[in-house]
């Protein structure tokens, strides 16, 4: 007897971040789609327009590029918090030179707002 409706025989599912087969396969095909017209695709990217060359390259560039997230000056503190205090735990005289490079990197950002 089959399965109910919305039953699975793994109640645990497929795992996260597992990608479907036909995702991959997917993939695949247009990584060798792209990388078998390369020298096709520079020769085209080149004869278009200045401005619509670069809105295709911007458009490119996510794929290749990491997105930089954005993160609070809050969190980024705590951060800097934890990281010191692993520091010090393990090594104290790595710390107290990390805390005084860190402090005199502080300064010059400091003063350079400060100049503008």
């Not at 645990?12 to 087969?21: A, S």
């Not at 490119?60 to 590029?65: D, F, G, N, P």
């Amino acid at each position: 007897m089959g399965q109910k409706k919305g039953q699975t025989g793994n109640p645990n599912g497929r795992p996260k971040g597992t990608p479907n087969k036909t995702t991959g396969e997917l993939r695949e095909w247009i990584k060798l789609l792209i990388n078998n017209n390369r020298t096709q695709f520079e020769v085209d990217l080149k004869e278009i327009e200045p401005e619509k060359r670069l809105i295709i390259i911007e458009k490119l560039i996510q794929y290749v590029v990491p997105k930089q997230q954005s993160i609070s000056v809050e969190d980024q503190i705590q951060i800097e918090y934890m990281e010191l205090g692993k520091l010090l735990e393990n090594a104290p005289d790595v710390a107290v030179e990390r805390i005084v490079q860190r402090i005199e990197q502080l300064k010059l950002i400091q003063d350079n707002e400060q100049k503008r």
